[in-house]
């Protein structure tokens, strides 16, 4: 598909994404190349980060690249605070987190799957789905 500018406006930003479906598929895939194009210094990103305000993100589990539709955080444990920058955002911000947390998404074949995640990666994942809330960070 296509690699896609990222997005500085925060009024943009702060919209709530509006669920995904079979339709935003190229989305999830414009997502997934700009991403991969700002591998150098980004470890996620939000659809709303490149114009579409979708319930999409993307974000490198390891060395690879996954993208889930729409992803809710059903469960979180183990509370921290983190420091995070963002691509769209200048500088760091604090925010609390949790260590291990269970998402249920789509994934790109629009299958749905729940899966546990810990770290860094849940980390990026919790800031991912602030972005389709609205919550700038």
Known sequence: MAVKPIIHDELSL????LPATKQDLGAAT???DTLLSNKDRAAGLAANMIGVQKR????????????MLNPIIVAEDDKYLAYEGCLSLTGERPTERYKTITVKYQNENLETRQQSF????????????DHCNGILI
């Open 14 to 17: 702060k919209f709530k994404s």
């Open 30 to 32: 414009d997502l997934k």
């Open 56 to 67: 999409i993100i993307a974000l490198f589990v390891g060395p690879l690249p996954i993208v």
């Open 118 to 129: 810990s770290d860094f990666t849940a980390e990026v994942i919790q800031h991912e789905v």
